[in-house]
Antibody, heavy 121, light 107 residues
Framework: QVQLQESGPGLVKPSGTLSLTCAVS?????????WSWVRQPPGKGLEWIGE???????NYKSSLKSRVTISVDKSKNQFSLKLSSVTAADTAVYYC??????????????WGQGTTVTVSS | DIQMTQSPSSLSASVGDRVTITCRAS??????LNWYQQKPGEAPKLLIY???SLQSGVPSRFSGSGSGTDFTLTISSLQPEDFATYSC?????????FGQGTKLEIK
């Protein structure tokens, strides 16, 4: 079955750029799914960041749109998140997730284990 | 953007109890409503999709209902492994949005 694995630096300096990658195994990133990033600040709820289709089409959360880039690398079967100009408010556990659209199912049915990113000098 | 509001924020209950969690959308989302369970240190797990359909492998004591703006998640008889945080999420339109979560604790 499909598995997702996040990777990237656990510590990013303020004003820097957070960069994470999600490797997809057990399936193709070119399947009919969106691929999302979701984060969870310490002690808080889940926040959707954005998603990408294998063609490169993206959707982003409005309040993050100016700082977020999600890209896909089909040759490596992975997708990535870049978040620029980070502050302490961006400290969170970052998850990648598969969004399955097989109506009536339209939800995030596969998740990575999550990776903690701390923004600090 | 669609806002999702859950109630209560936390809930204490005992093994065997029946519990209900409510989720309200700021506009109609038909039945594009999912429920997730999250245990400490773990990723969320999809429990219910399309408001009332049980994801494969999820015990039948979990059920969901609702359409439009008002939805409920019910656990018919709490088991020890059910103590976790539950979040609703709308997939009606992007940006997708989650409720703030309901933490279910042991009484």
């Amino acid at each position: 079955q499909v598995q997702l694995q996040e990777s990237g630096p656990g510590l990013v300096k303020p004003s820097g750029t957070l960069s994470l990658t999600c490797a997809v195994s057990g399936g193709s990133i070119s399947s009919s799914n969106w691929w999302s990033w979701v984060r969870q600040p310490p002690g808080k709820g889940l926040e959707w960041i954005g998603e990408i289709w294998h063609t490169g089409s993206t959707n982003y959360k409005s309040s993050l749109k100016s700082r977020v880039t999600i890209s896909v690398d089909k040759s490596k079967n992975q997708f990535s998140l870049k978040l620029s100009s980070v502050t302490a408010a961006d400290t969170a556990v970052y998850y990648c997730a598969r969004v399955t659209i097989t109506i009536p199912l339209y939800g995030m049915d596969v998740w990575g284990q999550g990776t903690t990113v701390t923004v600090s000098s | 953007d669609i806002q999702m509001t859950q109630s209560p924020s936390s809930l204490s209950a005992s093994v065997g109890d029946r519990v209900t969690i409510t989720c309200r959308a700021s506009q109609s989302i038909s039945t594009f409503l999912n429920w997730y369970q999250q245990k400490p240190g773990e990723a969320p797990k999809l429990l219910i999709y399309a408001a009332s359909s049980l994801q494969s492998g999820v015990p039948s004591r979990f059920s969901g209902s609702g359409s439009g703006t008002d939805f409920t998640l019910t656990i018919s008889s709490l088991q020890p492994e059910d103590f976790a945080t539950y979040s609703c999420q709308q997939s009606y339109s992007t940006p997708y949005s989650f409720g703030q979560g309901t933490k279910l604790e042991i009484k």
